[in-house]
């Protein structure tokens, strides 16, 4: 059974910065590709940033250049460091495994101007 964990998310000023955190574990986490999606009120869910097993990577333009995302397979832990941070990044995150149902809770992110 996959389960993943998400953590980090708060409130914070806009040009602020946080790191996400999601703990999976029930895959073969170290192969698997894992997304970072997002979901503001009101929108559908999207997909923010993505990494393979091989650590490449893709990001949303939105995003790009303001986010990295990273993984320590040891830890089966993926990580989503977002930095000047804007008031549309406002909403909850949710880590995903490529290939996989399995949602975790989410985070909450809310950006303040």
């Known amino acids: 059974q996959v389960q993943l964990r998400e953590s980090g998310g708060a409130l914070v000023q806009a040009g602020g910065s946080l790191r996400l955190s999601c703990a999976a574990s029930?895959?073969?986490?170290?192969?698997?590709?894992m997304n970072w999606y997002r979901q503001a009120p009101g929108k559908q869910r999207e997909l923010v940033a993505s990494i393979t097993g091989g650590g490449s990577t893709w990001y949303a333009d939105s995003v790009k250049g303001r986010f990295t995302i990273s993984r320590d397979n040891g830890k089966n832990a993926v990580y989503l460091q977002m930095n000047s941070l804007k008031p549309e990044d406002t909403a909850v995150y949710y880590c995903h495994a490529q290939g996989t149902s399995a949602w975790g809770q989410g985070t909450q992110v809310t950006v303040s101007s």
């Open positions: 029930g895959i073969a986490f170290s192969i698997n590709a």
